[in-house]
C-alpha cells in the first residue's frame, strides 16, 4: 500500500520506514509536526518530538517525494488521558489530523501511515484514532519489541561513523542531539548508534534505564539512511551544551544537504539484510515440533447441516453478580420476510437499549461480547452495524472485546445472537464537554489497530482485551478470539497446515496476556471449524499449559495453566475461514482456593499461593471418567477484596437430568453452555430457554482438553 512516515527525524520513525519498505509498501509522502519558530527546538509536547526539527526540511530532497508539514504550539496536549478521544480541535492531536488530511487530499490513493512507536501507547492509540477517523492503516513494525535487540539491530543496519566519515553512503545513520540520564552528558552528543550501545546497556543493568530511549534517555537525529535514494545530510559543525541544564544536554547539528544517486538495488540489498521478526520464534517452533506429531487426515469439515423445520428459539437471560450485568441470548424478533440481516441487527440492539436505558447503562459500559451468525459470509454487513452501535467517537475509544463465530445449529429465522456483559459500577461515566461523548472511567483494554509483527490488529470493532480498574488486584481479562492471522500482512495461515494455525492462534492469545500481564489462565475456549482439529488443538493445549515447562529451557520460566479449563467447541464457521480460534479470561493475580470434583469436603483455602502450585494440585486430583454425571473439571476461586469471592468453573455433562440439576442449584452468576439443540427434547430444550442466567451457545459438537465428547460443556464464572 502507499504510505506517508511521519518523521521527527529520530530513528524510530525512520527504521520503522525501512519495515514498511521490506513489507513491500511504497513511501510517497512524509509529514512531520513542528514549531512555528525555526530557533524553537523543544515545545513540551506529550506526543511529538521537536528537537532538530529544522533538519527534518531537508529530508524531502534526500528521499525525493512531498514534504507536508503542520505547526504545533507549546503545551498543546489538551486531552492527556492515555485513551484518546477528541475533547478540543486546539489539541495537537487533531493538528495531525488536519496533516494527515491534507496528505490524503493531495495523494487520493493513500492507504497507510508510519510511526515509530515501540512502548508508548500514548503515542500509538492517538496515531490509531486520527487514521481511523480518515481510514488509514496504522503500520508499526517496531511496536512491542524488545530494545536491546531492537536497537542491536539498528546498530547492524548502522555505519560505525568517525568524524565526518560516512562510508558507504546510505547506511543507517543517527546520531545523539540530546541526552537525560544519569550516565550521559555533553560528551554523548553526536554519538552514532554503534557507539552508543555499549553505554546504554550498562545503563539498562545497573538502572533499568531503556536503551532505546523510550523514556526520554535520548534522542537522535537521521543524517542517512537506505532510502535517502538522493542524497544525505553531511556534517559540517556540532553545537553542544557542555554544562548541561538540570542534567539535559542539547546539541545543534548544522547540516548541508550532499547530493548523490543511490541506485534502487543498494535499497533492495540492504532491505534483505535487514532484520526481520520471525512468525513463531523458537519457543513457539519447539513447541509447533510436538505438536506435528498429531496425524491429520485432510480437510474432512465434516459440517452438520441445519435439521429441516428446525428452531431455536432462546429467551433473553439476564443475570447479575459482583457489578456485572450479563445479558445473554438476544435474538431478532423480526418476522416479516425478507427482511434484511441488517435489520435483524438493528432490531437486536433496539433490545438492548431497551434493556440498559431504564436502568441508566450505556455500550460505553460494555465490556464484552458474543456475537454468532447464522451465516459467517454476513460479517462485514454484521460488523458496519455494529462498529456503528459502538461508535468509539461517541462511547470512547475501547469497544468492547469479542468472540465471533459462526453457527449453522442458529435457526434460519434468527440469524445473528447477541450476549453482552456489562459494568454497572457506580459513577464511573465521564460526560465530555466535546458533544454526548461519553467513557467509562472504569475500563480499561488493549485496543491495537496498527499493524506490526508483534500480533493481528483487530478486524473488526473490538478491543484485543478489557478489564476493569475497580479489579486492580486480580485484573480479571477477557481476550478477544484469536486466529492464525500473520501479524504483518495481517494474512490467514493456510489452511493446509492446521499445526501452524493452531499453535500460532495460541502464541497470539499468550501474547496479548503476557502484554497486559494477566498470565493466570481462568477458563479458555477453542472454537474449531472441523472435527479434524480436535486432536491438534488438545495436544497444542496440553503442551502450553504444562508439558513444555519440561521438554525445553525456553518454556522453563512459564507457570502451569490448569489443563482442564478447556472447551473444545466445534461449530460450521469462523472468521477468515479459519480453522481454529482461541479465547479466554485470564487474571494478573490470585487468592486461590481450589476444589476436588471427588471430594464431599468443603472448599479448602490456600492463601498467599502461586497458580503453578495450585496447577499441580488439580493435575493430582482425580477426574472423574463416568458416563453421565455432571464433572466439574477445574475451579479457580480467588478474593477480590472485602471478602468477596469469585468462581470460574469449566465443566461438561452427558445427562440431561444432572445437567438441569446443576442449574437448577446454581442459580448466581453467569453460566455459558455450549450444546447442539438438535440433539436435545423439545422439552429440555424449553427448560433451558428459561434459565435466567444462561447464554445457550447453540453448536455442532463439545470436547474437553482431552478431546473426550460431550453432549453439554459450560463456563461458570460467579
Known amino acids: 500500500m502507499k504510505f506517508v512516515a511521519l518523521i521527527s527525524g529520530g530513528k524510530d520513525s525512520c527504521y520503522n520506514i525501512l519495515h514498511c519498505l521490506k513489507q513491500k509498501h511504497e513511501l510517497v509522502a512524509l509529514a512531520n509536526l513542528c514549531p512555528q519558530d525555526t530557533q524553537t527546538q523543544e515545545l513540551n509536547s506529550f506526543m511529538f518530538q521537536t528537537v532538530g526539527h529544522d533538519l527534518v526540511s531537508l529530508y524531502e530532497k534526500c528521499c525525493d517525494v512531498p514534504l507536508f508539514k503542520r505547526v504545533i504550539h507549546q503545551d498543546g496536549s489538551i486531552n492527556k488521558e492515555l485513551n484518546y478521544v477528541k475533547l478540543s480541535n486546539d489539541d495537537e492531536i487533531e493538528t495531525m489530523y488536519n496533516l494527515l488530511h491534507d496528505v490524503k487530499l493531495a495523494i487520493p490513493d493513500l492507504q497507510g501511515v508510519s510511526v515509530g512507536a515501540i512502548l508508548s501507547s500514548y503515542q500509538r492509540v492517538r496515531v490509531e484514532d486520527v487514521c481511523n477517523r480518515l481510514g488509514l492503516t496504522v503500520l508499526s513494525y517496531l511496536w512491542q519489541r524488545d530494545q536491546l535487540e531492537l536497537m542491536s539491530e539498528m546498530v547492524s543496519m548502522s555505519r560505525d561513523v568517525t568524524g565526518e566519515a560516512i562510508t558507504p553512503y546510505g547506511l543507517f545513520d543517527a546520531r545523539l542531539i540530546k541526552v537525560a540520564t544519569i550516565g550521559l552528558d555533553g560528551t554523548h552528543l553526536n554519538k552514532s548508534l554503534p557507539q552508543i550501545l555499549p553505554t546504554m546497556i550498562k545503563l539498562n543493568q545497573r538502572y533499568e534505564v531503556n536503551i532505546c530511549g523510550e523514556g526520554g534517555e535520548f534522542e537522535t537525529m537521521v543524517l542517512d539512511a537506505p532510502f535517502f535514494k538522493k542524497g544525505y545530510l553531511r556534517l559540517v559543525n556540532v553545537v553542544t551544551d557542555s554544562q548541561g541544564n538540570d542534567g539535559v544536554f542539547n546539541a545543534h547539528l548544522e547540516v548541508e544537504f550532499a547530493p548523490r544517486e543511490l541506485k534502487p538495488d543498494f535499497l533492495q540489498a540492504e532491505l534483505e539484510r535487514l532484520p526481520e521478526q520471525p512468525l513463531l520464534g523458537n519457543k513457539w517452533e519447539e513447541l509447533l515440533t510436538k505438536v506435528k506429531t498429531v496425524s491429520h487426515d485432510g480437510m474432512m469439515m465434516s459440517v452438520m447441516e441445519t435439521p429441516s423445520g428446525y428452531t431455536f428459539n432462546p429467551t433473553v437471560s439476564i443475570a447479575s453478580t459482583n457489578n456485572l450485568l450479563y445479558i445473554s441470548n438476544l435474538v431478532s424478533t423480526l418476522t416479516e420476510e425478507n427482511t434484511s440481516l441488517e435489520s435483524h441487527m438493528e432490531n437486536i440492539f433496539t433490545k438492548l437499549e431497551a434493556i440498559l436505558h431504564p436502568k441508566t447503562l450505556y455500550p460505553c459500559q460494555i465490556i464484552s461480547s458474543s456475537l454468532i451468525l447464522q451465516d459467517i459470509s454476513n460479517f462485514a454487513k454484521i460488523n458496519r452495524i455494529y462498529n456503528k452501535w459502538f461508535d468509539t467517537n461517541k462511547w470512547g475509544p475501547l469497544p468492547p472485546s469479542r468472540a465471533c463465530v459462526g453457527s449453522n445449529m442458529l435457526s434460519l429465522q434468527n440469524m445473528v445472537q447477541l450476549s453482552v456483559i456489562i459494568d454497572t459500577t457506580p459513577q464511573t461515566i465521564v460526560n465530555h464537554s466535546n458533544g454526548d461523548v461519553k467513557i467509562n472511567k472504569n475500563k480499561d483494554g488493549l485496543h491495537v489497530q496498527g499493524r506490526s509483527y508483534w500480533a493481528p490488529c483487530n478486524i473488526g470493532p473490538y478491543s484485543q482485551a478489557t478489564w476493569l480498574h475497580n479489579d486492580y488486584e486480580n485484573k480479571v481479562a477477557r481476550i478477544s478470539g484469536q486466529i492464525a492471522l500473520i501479524p504483518k500482512s495481517m494474512d490467514l495461515v493456510s489452511n493446509d497446515d492446521p499445526w501452524t494455525q493452531s499453535v500460532l492462534a495460541l502464541k497470539h492469545f499468550d501474547t496479548l496476556k503476557q502484554t497486559i500481564d494477566t498470565k493466570n489462565q481462568l477458563?479458555?475456549?477453542?472454537?474449531?471449524?472441523?472435527?479434524?482439529?480436535?486432536?491438534?488443538?488438545?495436544?497444542?493445549?496440553?503442551?502450553?499449559?504444562?508439558?513444555?515447562?519440561?521438554?525445553?529451557?525456553?518454556?522453563?520460566?512459564?507457570?502451569?495453566?490448569?489443563?482442564?479449563?478447556?472447551?473444545?467447541?466445534?461449530?460450521?464457521?469462523?472468521?477468515?475461514?479459519?480453522?481454529?480460534?482461541?479465547?479466554?479470561?485470564?487474571?494478573?493475580?490470585?487468592?486461590?482456593?481450589?476444589?476436588?470434583?471427588?471430594?464431599?469436603?468443603?472448599?479448602?483455602?490456600?492463601?498467599?499461593?502461586?497458580?503453578?502450585?495450585?496447577?499441580?494440585?488439580?493435575?493430582?486430583?482425580?477426574?472423574?471418567?463416568?458416563?453421565?454425571?455432571?464433572?466439574?473439571?477445574?475451579?479457580?476461586?480467588?478474593?477480590?477484596?472485602?471478602?468477596?469471592?469469585?468462581?470460574?468453573?469449566?465443566?461438561?455433562?452427558?445427562?440431561?437430568?444432572?445437567?438441569?440439576?446443576?442449574?437448577?442449584?446454581?442459580?448466581?452468576?453467569?453460566?455459558?453452555?455450549?450444546?447442539?439443540?438438535?440433539?436435545?427434547?423439545?422439552?429440555?430444550?424449553?427448560?433451558?430457554?428459561?434459565?435466567?442466567?444462561?447464554?445457550?451457545?447453540?453448536?455442532?459438537?463439545?470436547?474437553?482438553?482431552?478431546?473426550?465428547?460431550?453432549?453439554?460443556?459450560?463456563?461458570?464464572?460467579?
Open 523 to 718: 477458563y479458555m475456549t477453542c472454537f474449531v471449524s472441523s472435527g479434524d482439529m480436535v486432536d491438534i488443538v488438545s495436544k497444542t493445549w496440553s503442551l502450553y499449559c504444562s508439558e513444555m515447562s519440561y521438554e525445553s529451557s525456553l518454556w522453563m520460566d512459564k507457570e502451569d495453566d490448569a489443563v482442564e479449563s478447556l472447551i473444545i467447541v466445534q461449530i460450521s464457521q469462523l472468521p477468515r475461514n479459519a480453522l481454529c480460534e482461541w479465547g479466554g479470561v485470564t487474571a494478573k493475580t490470585l487468592n486461590v482456593q481450589t476444589y476436588d470434583s471427588d471430594s464431599d469436603s468443603e472448599y479448602n483455602e490456600v492463601d498467599d499461593i502461586s497458580l503453578s502450585h495450585v496447577n499441580n494440585a488439580m493435575n493430582n486430583f482425580s477426574i472423574r471418567e463416568k458416563t453421565h454425571f455432571t464433572e466439574v473439571y477445574n475451579t479457580i476461586t480467588f478474593s477480590k477484596g472485602n471478602h468477596l469471592k469469585c468462581y470460574f468453573t469449566t465443566g461438561f455433562s452427558n445427562d440431561d437430568t444432572e445437567l438441569l440439576g446443576y442449574l437448577n442449584e446454581n442459580k448466581l452468576g453467569q453460566i455459558t453452555l455450549y450444546l447442539n439443540p438438535s440433539n436435545c427434547s423439545l422439552d429440555i430444550m424449553e427448560q433451558l430457554y428459561y434459565k435466567d442466567n444462561v447464554e445457550l451457545y447453540p453448536v455442532q459438537k463439545v470436547y474437553n482438553h482431552k478431546g473426550s465428547s460431550f453432549k453439554y460443556g459450560f463456563n461458570h464464572s460467579y
